[in-house]
């Protein structure tokens, strides 16, 4: 028993041993942040659960998988209607969003979408990821990829038939569902993500849409430059540099800097589909391409699976879809027009997350300004249907050269139930040494 119990540790720290080497030349070797990441998540990273024994929704619980698929689904698809009261939304305020665009587009050039050519279908087809899941049509990627020099003509034809008559596909709007825990009591629905798989052919009409909607929008600029999300060129670390940079440059001439952290709870979910038509005629969508992207709005519905269980299907009345090419860039020029209307302080946003940054050398300068912005933002989430995280938003922090017990703490009014309060102090020289160091390993 000793001599097993010897081997047996000998194994095992063979084993360890290993693993870290591998880990650890895995993430030396690699320079890209997306690689990294995919090695970390290998050890890090719990696996992904998709049964569920138990659920509790509008107070009926139940341990039936079909029953629970159905309690999940309904909770999802109807996360507008526990978050927002249509009798308290207020009407769109519009004049500085077309004031923005006509500075922007001065010759009120209208944006249309162009057919697709076969080439581009081609192309599309051949450079599928084939590790990718197969939507509800259980069409994978790697059948659509080795048959793509016989089918690319027909689906090129698909596609032009539907800019054409300004018509996307129903079955191509049919989302598949699975409900991965997160944390917390896990009869709670809200503590599971949900993870969205779409038919792999409506990603391919969706790129060629998305790829001439960024264009349009590059060309003229309308992409407001607050937001670092969802864009070619701009990143997590693009957005935390430029809000860095301020602070460094604030605290070399001498002020206090306030910041102010927003959430938007369900951002994507809460969607607007008229209010974002709306919005999309004001950066002069022209009245066809409003029609198809109003077709691949509507009527799109979905259904939960908990392995061989399905829901019903239900239909979606809110919200970009979750897993798709186009919804990440209909919701960043839904939001666009938010950082017009902050008036006081600085706005950086990357994708649902907002910081707003106000800098004085007087304490209730800062409060002002920044309690005067939020007040717009709360106006403009009645507008526009969102609703601002009040357990993420509670956080604000003044930056200072000066020592600890001489920075005065914000003192914001409470703009929801409870707002936490946290004072964070750096001394400049190791803003500067984190930021020359991440500049080095960039």
């Not at 279908?121 to 990829?145: E, H, M, Q």
């Not at 670390?237 to 070399?252: F, P, Y």
């Not at 990440?328 to 950086?348: A, E, H, R, T, W």
Request: aromatic share 8%.
């Amino acid at each position: 028993m000793d001599n097993f119990r010897k081997w047996r540790n000998k194994v095992t720290e063979l084993i360890r041993n290993a693993k870290r080497d591998y880990y650890k030349e895995s993430i030396e070797e690699n320079t890209r942040t997306s690689d990294i990441w995919k090695h970390l998540k290998e050890f890090t990273s719990r696996k992904n659960e998709t049964s569920i024994n138990f659920m509790t929704h509008n107070g009926i619980s139940s341990e039936d998988p079909n029953e629970i698929a159905n309690m999940y689904n309904d909770f999802i698809t109807n996360i507008s209607k526990t978050l927002i009261d249509e009798n308290q939304r207020e009407t769109l305020e519009t004049s500085h969003i077309v004031n923005f665009v006509r500075s922007k587009n001065s010759m009120n050039i209208k944006f249309s979408f162009n057919h697709i050519s076969e080439e581009e279908v081609l192309d599309l087809l051949t450079k599928l990821n084939i590790k990718k899941s197969a939507g509800t049509d259980n069409i994978g990627p790697k059948i659509l990829k080795i048959a793509a020099p016989i089918i690319f003509k027909p689906i090129s034809h698909i596609i032009n038939l539907s800019i054409a008559t300004c018509t996307f596909p129903d079955k191509m709007k049919e989302a598949k569902i699975t409900p991965i825990y997160k944390k917390g009591d896990k009869s709670t629905p809200g503590n599971y993500r949900p993870i969205s798989i779409l038919p792999t052919l409506s990603k391919i009409f969706e790129k060629h849409l998305a790829s001439q909607i960024r264009n349009y929008l590059n060309d003229f600029d309308l992409l407001v430059k607050e937001q670092s999300g969802f864009r070619e060129h701009h990143s997590c670390m693009s957005a935390l540099t430029k809000m860095t940079e301020n602070w460094l440059s604030e605290i070399d001439n001498g002020n206090l800097t306030g910041t102010v952290y927003l959430d938007f709870s369900k951002a994507f979910d809460l969607v607007n589909h008229d209010i974002l038509l709306q919005k999309l005629q004001m950066y002069q969508f022209d009245d066809s391409s409003l029609n198809l992207l109003k077709s691949y709005l509507k009527n799109r519905c979905q259904e939960v699976r908990l392995g061989k269980y399905v829901s019903n299907k239900t239909e979606l009345i809110a919200g970009v879809p979750q897993g798709s090419v186009l919804g990440p860039l209909l919701f960043i020029l839904f939001i666009n027009d938010m950082p017009l209307i902050v008036k006081k302080s600085i706005i950086d946003i990357f994708a649902d997350d907002a910081t707003l940054q106000n800098s004085s050398q007087k304490i209730d300068e800062i409060n002002k300004n920044l309690q005067t912005d939020i007040d717009y933002i709360q106006a403009w989430c009645k507008q526009n249907d969102m609703v601002l995280n009040e357990t993420k938003t509670k956080s604000h922090s003044v930056l200072s050269v000066l020592p600890a017990p001489h920075v005065p703490a914000l003192h914001i009014q409470q703009f929801f139930s409870e707002l936490e309060q946290s004072l964070q102090r750096f001394h400049v020289n190791l803003l500067r040494f984190c930021t020359t160091q991440s500049s080095r390993e960039e």
